[in-house]
């Protein structure tokens, strides 16, 4: 695919354009410090020196809370679907967010597509800034999901000394490319350099956290953790589900009707599966009533071979924001580690 | 592309008391071009909106042929079913489907062909006996084997009457506890597996009802010398969007509602080893 | 799609989260990373804060009582309601028949206006906080003097009482932390539950000797291991004569091995955290074992402590601060005359300064009820005998979110914002004075409860001049001395600002006379083999309003109701067979004070001999023993010898 370069005072030309012709998402930086992914409207609000977000993109492809059908309830029954559906660019989001976002496509595509996902999905861009430094708790580099990616992003830019390098990874990414050639060059191999360089910089930059995917992925896939493993974990547990609400690549909803007037709305909430209640049937019968069950069904969905084939990957990014998240110490990083243990 | 969360109407046609608990209700598409595109096989489910109420899953308990309707038996338990309960004949209900696979048919012909079947566990079972007894010749023999804990707790009586008496189709029936004019067996309904006589090595066995019972009757039916692959029964979890998206039925590596409901013996195991 | 930045309303840790808003709805929660208690985390109630906003069943209008029903009405037909029922029962008994309760749930404005309203509007100084019942804020006060990131470089961290992972989660993820990087844990409660498994050392608590056991380990550390120093401990030495670990096992429950691992412990460490939830201060020996902590910080030698009392409600501390609370004024104990006079100058002239009754007593005596934002039945170990009594009293008003089952008696119904609805502070456990922020509109006609109180007051002839919530804080924070020099202004910041505390009283001193009053733990009985205790840590939130009406963090608080409908009784497994008993089945449970059903849980977590139930399951029945609390006179779950057998 092709590269261009995009000098460092023409970013801000560049994504007054994309304002224009979309809405669009960036890292923005709140008044308490943190960055969130967040609609900004000019160009100066785009925090390029963030390392990460608080929450990855799911949120903008399946929200925490949606409507998915009104209906009213007078003389006839009527249904209809509330179908949202806008231009967005996400620009500047990490590469590990944009891997989350691929994996999720496997999960609400295929034979049967979700549509509310996939209506957000097909009008999103996604334009990922490849990270120069790891924040603390990442560790991408287990999750095959960064800091710098071969594919799966419309566009990957990489701030170079002097300006960005733009690499474009679908037909999507080179179409908006081609409708600013005049702010482009093509990238020189000079810059191809400077950018291979960034990358091999980046990655000495993670720090303590790591993830033995591999080895978990092995042992999920054959059952072979000891049922000891989950009980352990379990106490390290405290099931708040903030692992699977911050993770890019959880995607469980549960679904609930609320009248309103002589009416109402089908909504649908993001889930958890380590809640206690989560699989419990209305007959009281809860076939993962023990914690330590529904520790185990997380990660054999996250990592086992048998999902990753369903999904194309496994489903771990390495973004850790479930190990900044964690209410005690059963996060993606802690789990591998006592899988592999044993 | 249509939405599959969106439900098509369908109005109950008819309300049908099978015990204090359980009810059948006949439903009917409102759109008639909706049927055309429904034609469902024994063994699938449907999801079932009493909108304001919620959504649940139900198999289809009425034969897939010869008709323009169908049937869900449904007993009393939650939010959903209270609500079904509470509705009569006329009443709008919405209705996605039909989900799921199904039972197997053309593949099993030329054998004897088994059910058991529990309590509501008749239910998921009785399209596929409607249908298997339809093409009866076939199959080598059909028995259907159903029990209940009491005898108020048999689903669809009149018909089972009318099975017991029907040519090329054997049914018998217990009960785990007698009561007053019951004069038929008592027992559990893996105890009436004495009764078969055919050749295990040429059959098939279709199980459907409560997973205890489930557990009895295959480790019976192992016993026997049923084969893995021609023990076939239907698994039940809880389900919000029946199309593998919403990953509450997931157990092991199967969505419940997506790669089944029906599962062979030798499925279940597999998934039993992931997810005991 | 906005990101506001706002404090959770729940437990008393006080964590930093962010609103999602879109299109004027509350659609999201989102934690923060910058908040300096929950960095990045949030617990279940937390991560399902949005929907207490968004929930459906919200109240949105006000409701008037007519005849047996609850009937739709506009506010001004609801204030003068208020003001002719109030005014009734004060021109026939007087004000002091009004009787008004506060709430954890509200903000310090909330709180400090309806401190005004009772004292200077009404006249009574019958206020008190709903959860009066359940804590201890003299006791408290006088020995929590610790921050919650004292958890962070401490390397012993003796938690006393129930688990934080459970019931102040965000307490919990700071000791998962600590015990990350090598610190030391040591446990002392009954229940052996998830951070006691990892603990270095696990004290099993005997019911009713909780005092007794923290003297033996003080015995320990003050007279074995001379770890007082310079400071003067005659007295102390005194009071602990009877607890040597050596000859007082049978007192405490504790092996003199034990509270030796334990001090082995304590003197290996630079830093010792001692940790008490609310679950200890609920206790028959909670008033005696909260003030026995006073004694640790007394320690001159060995490593530095520090003392953390956890508050189970948001704002708790708070609404203590505010005069929300027996005998208190905002800021100053009641005959405080400085504070008297300020509060004469802020609210304009003469107001009901006496110490008024506490809450039990509020509910036995009072001819009218205002209550706000709580539902005080539910925090009182003998709400099945006061039932009977609030459906007597003359006049109820109530205000909150929801049709509580308090609301439900009432005669005046107000409809309130929640805390994504108005703009406010908070006070968490360790002090912290934070910001909570409107991110939209309220439901219908829902508004802030300090401006229904506002409301009120000139409906009463006494209008009060604040006209936004940082006109009240402004007030507060000329009132209240702790809180001086803050404004909503200077709060902004993730965290707010630290405060310290009004009034505390000396913490030896109360050690001292609480450890010479330290009880034996109770003993079952040959006809009674089970001791029976009421904890309330376990389930604590299950039937609270607050998260019983969530879409889906109520599905998970709900259920302990569906699996357990007439209660929870938590055996070990041995126990359970012993006694023919399955999980989930009904039992009777009998003791001498009375009788009642229940369904049985199994775990290991409960010791043999011992049965558990959730304070609030005990509330509903008579069978345990409810003792009037010497220090105190509050109701309290007495540890209570019971039978259990296979009911029908």
């Known amino acids: 695919m092709n590269a261009y370069f995009l000098p460092r005072d023409r970013v801000d030309e560049l994504v007054g354009r994309l304002l224009r012709a979309a809405e669009v998402i960036a890292p923005k930086r709140v008044e308490t410090g943190d960055v969130f992914y967040s609609p900004v409207s000019s160009p100066g609000e785009v925090a390029w020196d963030y390392k990460t977000a608080v929450e990855p993109l799911k949120r903008f492809l399946l929200p925490q809370q949606e409507t998915v059908l009104r209906f009213s309830t007078g003389e006839k029954l009527r249904v209809e679907p509330v179908l949202e559906e806008k231009d967005r660019i996400f620009l500047a989001v990490r590469n590990c967010d944009v891997t989350g976002v691929n994996v999720l496509d496997a999960m609400f595509g295929g034979e049967i597509e979700d549509p509310y996902y996939m209506a957000r999905r097909r009008r999103a861009t996604f334009i990922s800034l490849a990270c120069l430094e790891a924040d603390e708790q990442c560790f991408c580099v287990c999750g095959d999901a960064g800091p710098f990616l071969k594919n799966g992003y419309d566009q990957q830019w990489t701030p170079l000394a002097e300006g960005m390098l733009i690499e474009v990874g679908s037909d999507k990414g080179q179409a908006l490319a081609d409708a600013h050639q005049d702010l482009l060059s093509p990238a020189e191999p000079d810059q191809v350099a400077e950018k291979l360089q960034l990358a091999k910089r980046a990655e000495e930059t993670f720090g303590e956290f790591r993830s033995y995917i591999a080895a978990a992925m092995r042992r999920l896939t054959l059952a072979e953790t000891p049922d000891e493993v989950w009980e352990r974990l379990a106490d390290h547990c405290v099931e708040c589900g903030g692992c699977t609400f911050l993770c890019p690549t959880c995607s469980c909803f549960t679904v609930t009707d609320r009248l309103e007037g002589d009416g109402g709305v089908r909504e649908r909430h993001w889930d958890a599966c380590l809640y206690n209640c989560y699989a419990r049937e209305a007959s009281g019968h809860n076939p993962r009533a023990e914690h330590s069950q529904r520790l185990r069904a997380r990660f054999f969905h996250k990592l086992s071979h048998q999902w990753a084939q369903r999904n194309g990957r496994h489903a771990c990014v390495g973004c850790g924001r479930c190990v900044v998240g964690c209410q005690a110490w059963a996060h993606m990083s802690a789990a591998t580690e006592a899988i592999r243990r044993g | 592309m249509s939405n599959p969360y969106l439900p098509d109407i369908a109005t109950i046609q008819r309300v049908k008391p099978e015990t204090y608990d359980t009810t059948s209700f006949t439903l009917k598409f409102d759109d008639p071009g909706v049927w055309e595109r429904f034609r469902f096989r024994p063994g699938q489910f449907v999801e079932i909106s009493v909108f304001g109420a919620g959504e649940a899953p139900f198999c289809i308990s009425s034969s897939a042929h010869g008709r323009e309707d169908f049937d869900i038996t449904v007993r009393r338990l939650g939010r959903v079913t209270q609500a079904l309960h509470a509705m009569g004949e006329g009443a709008q209900v919405g209705v996605r489907g039909p989900l799921g696979n199904s039972f197997p048919l053309d593949e099993v012909a030329g054998k004897h062909v088994l059910f058991v079947g529990g309590g509501l566990g008749l239910a998921p079972l009785r399209p596929q006996i409607l249908e298997v007894y339809r093409q009866r010749d076939k199959f080598q023999s059909i028995t259907v084997l159903y029990g209940a804990r009491t005898p108020d707790d048999l689903i669809y009586r009149d018909e089972l009457e009318q099975w017991q008496n029907l040519e090329g189709m054997r049914c018998l029936l217990t009960v785990d506890v007698g009561g007053d004019g019951w004069t038929g067996n008592v027992g559990v309904v893996g105890s009436l597996l004495s009764e078969v006589k055919f050749d295990v090595g040429q059959a098939v066995v279709f199980v459907c009802g409560p997973p205890i019972m489930i557990r009895f009757v295959v480790r019976d039916l192992v016993a026997m010398g049923f084969g893995e692959d021609d023990i076939i029964s239907t698994l039940e979890r809880h389900m919000r969007c029946g199309i593998g998206k919403c990953n509450h039925c997931i157990h092991g590596d199967k969505y419940i509602c997506l790669d089944g409901p029906v599962f062979t013996y030798r499925q279940m195991k597999a998934m039993m080893e992931l997810e005991p | ?648």
């Not at chain 3, 909503?488 to 505390?504: K, T």
């Not at chain 3, 609480?514 to 733990?521: K, P, W």
């Not at chain 3, 001791?531 to 309330?536: F, M, R, S, T, Y």
Request: with cysteine.
């Open chain 3, 1 to 648: 799609m906005a990101e506001i930045a706002t404090i959770c309303p729940y437990c008393g840790c006080g964590c930093g989260l962010y609103l999602h808003v879109a299109n004027s709805r509350v659609v999201g929660t989102a934690p923060m990373r910058a908040h300096p208690v929950s960095r990045g985390r949030l617990c279940l109630k937390g991560w399902h804060a949005h929907e207490l906003a968004d929930s459906p069943d919200r109240l949105t209008r006000p409701l008037v009582r007519r005849g047996d029903e609850l009937q739709e009405a506009s506010w001004e037909e609801a204030v003068s309601e208020v003001v002719r029922g109030l005014q009734g029962v004060i021109e026939r008994a007087g004000p002091q028949a009004v009787g008004v309760l506060g709430s954890a749930r509200c903000s310090n404005e909330d709180n400090y206006l309806l401190v005004r309203f009772a004292r200077a509007v009404v006249g009574t100084q019958n206020i008190d906080s709903g959860l009066a019942a359940y804590s201890l804020p003299e006791q408290i006060a006088a020995v929590s003097d610790a921050r919650i990131a004292d958890l962070d470089d401490a390397d012993l961290i003796f938690l006393v009482g129930a688990e934080p992972g459970e019931e102040e989660p965000a307490v919990g993820a700071h000791i998962y932390r600590a015990l990350q990087r090598g610190a030391k844990l040591v446990t002392a409660s009954v229940r052996r539950h998830a951070l006691a498994r990892l603990a270095a050392l696990h004290l099993p608590l005997k019911p009713g000797a909780e005092a007794a056991a923290l003297g033996s380990l003080l015995y320990e550390l003050v007279v074995e291991r001379k770890l007082a120093g310079d400071a003067d401990v005659t007295d102390l030495t005194a009071a602990l004569a009877d607890l040597k670990p050596a000859g007082a096992e049978g007192k405490t429950g504790l092996a003199a091995a034990l509270v030796s691992g334990a001090a082995d412990l304590w003197q290996a460490a630079e830093k010792v955290v001692v940790v008490f939830s609310s679950a200890l201060a609920a206790s028959v020996e909670g008033a005696r074992a909260v003030s026995a902590m006073g004694a640790f910080r007394a320690l001159g030698a060995g490593p530095r402590v520090a003392v953390l009392g956890l508050l189970g409600r948001c704002n708790l501390r708070g609404s203590w601060d505010m005069g929300v609370r027996r005998g208190f004024l905002p800021g100053a104990p009641a005959g405080d005359l400085a504070a008297e006079g300020r509060l004469k100058a802020a609210w304009g002239g003469d107001f009901a300064s006496g110490e008024g009754l506490p809450a039990w007593e509020i509910l036995d005596q009072c001819q009218a009820l205002y209550v706000m934002g709580d539902d005080p039945s539910r925090n009182l170990p003998d709400w099945a005998a006061r039932r009977a009594r609030l459906e007597q009293v003359k006049f109820l008003v109530v205000q909150d979110l929801f049709l509580s089952p308090l609301a439900e008696l009432a005669h005046v119904v107000l409809p309130a914002a929640s805390f994504a609805e108005k703009d406010g502070t908070v006070t968490n456990l360790e002090g912290r004075v934070q910001l909570v922020r409107a991110a939209v509109k309220a439901p219908g006609e829902a508004r802030e409860d300090w401006r229904i109180i506002a409301e009120l007051s000139r409906a009463f002839g006494k209008p009060v001049s604040p006209q936004s919530a940082a006109d009240v804080f402004a007030e507060i924070s000329q009132a209240v001395p702790a809180y001086a020099g803050l404004s909503h202004h200077s709060l902004q910041a993730a965290g707010g600002a630290e405060i310290g505390r009004d009034g505390a009283a000396d913490a030896l001193a109360g050690a001292i006379s609480a450890l010479r009053a330290a009880e034996d733990g109770a003993q079952a009985a040959e006809q009674f083999p089970l001791l029976l205790v009421a904890d309330p840590t376990l389930g604590t939130w299950a039937e609270e309003v607050s998260v019983s009406h969530l879409p889906v963090a109520g599905r998970e608080f709900t259920v302990t109701g569906k699996d357990y409908p007439d209660g929870m009784l938590v055996l070990n497994p041995a126990d359970g067979r012993k006694n023919d008993l399955r999980p989930g089945r009904p039992v009777e449970v009998a003791s001498a004070h009375g009788a009642g059903r229940m369904q049985v849980k199994f775990s290991p977590e409960v010791p043999e001999g011992i049965a558990v139930t959730p304070y609030h399951h005990a509330a509903r029945h008579r069978i345990m023993n409810i003792v009037a609390e010497v220090e105190t006179g509050r109701p309290v779950f007495a540890p209570t010898p019971v039978s259990v057998g296979a009911g029908k």
